[in-house]
């Protein structure tokens, strides 16, 4: 247990202070800690206005291969009914458990990332947005999962004040 609170107390230290700009790469480093990543990004979704039914990524570990993005549409799909309508974690260990779901399955193939878990962000019954971490096939184990559910918080606190999230 005291493995998992280290990464928390960093994180709430981070916080206490007033030299971030923004909570994503502490959020980052504090999954990274926790559960192991090779590619982290954050996502938001526009689910009304305007912009509603679409997506943009707002942060991304790796901006040389997956940079930020532009709004794109969301595709309905099996994806978007369990992480957007039901709000659970999306988790594939294969890149065919994902590939039907993820039109850039190749690309990101070819980074060497084979699995992905996709945790949502729900704030008042909102959905938000998503965490996203890719990493090896077969990585996302049934314990990484569980370890998953200590991001909530965390998470929501970084889409609710970094800049990078603005309506």
């Not at 230290?13 to 480093?29: G, I």
């Not at 993820?102 to 992905?116: E, K, N, Q, R, W």
Request: net charge negative; with cysteine; glycine share 6%.
């Amino acid at each position: 247990m005291l493995d998992q609170i280290a990464p928390l107390q960093r994180f709430e230290a981070k916080v206490r202070t007033n030299n971030w700009t923004s909570l994503f790469p502490a959020l980052d480093e504090m999954c990274q800690a926790l559960i192991g990543h090779r590619l982290f990004s954050c996502s938001v979704f526009r689910m009304s206005g305007p912009e509603s039914g679409s997506a943009s990524r707002v942060y991304t570990s790796d901006p040389e291969s997956y940079p930020l993005s532009s709004l794109k549409k969301i595709v309905p799909n099996r994806w978007t009914e369990q992480v957007i309508v039901r709000r659970e974690t999306f988790v594939a260990n294969s890149v065919e458990g994902f590939a039907d779901v993820f039109p850039d399955h190749a690309f990101i193939a070819s980074l060497g990332l084979g699995s992905v878990i996709n945790l949502p962000v729900v704030f008042r019954g909102n959905f938000i947005g998503t965490v996203n971490m890719l990493h090896e096939a077969g990585y996302y184990t049934e314990a990484r999962v569980e370890q998953a559910k200590l991001l909530a918080v965390p998470s929501l606190l970084a889409f609710e004040v970094s800049p990078e999230v603005s309506e």
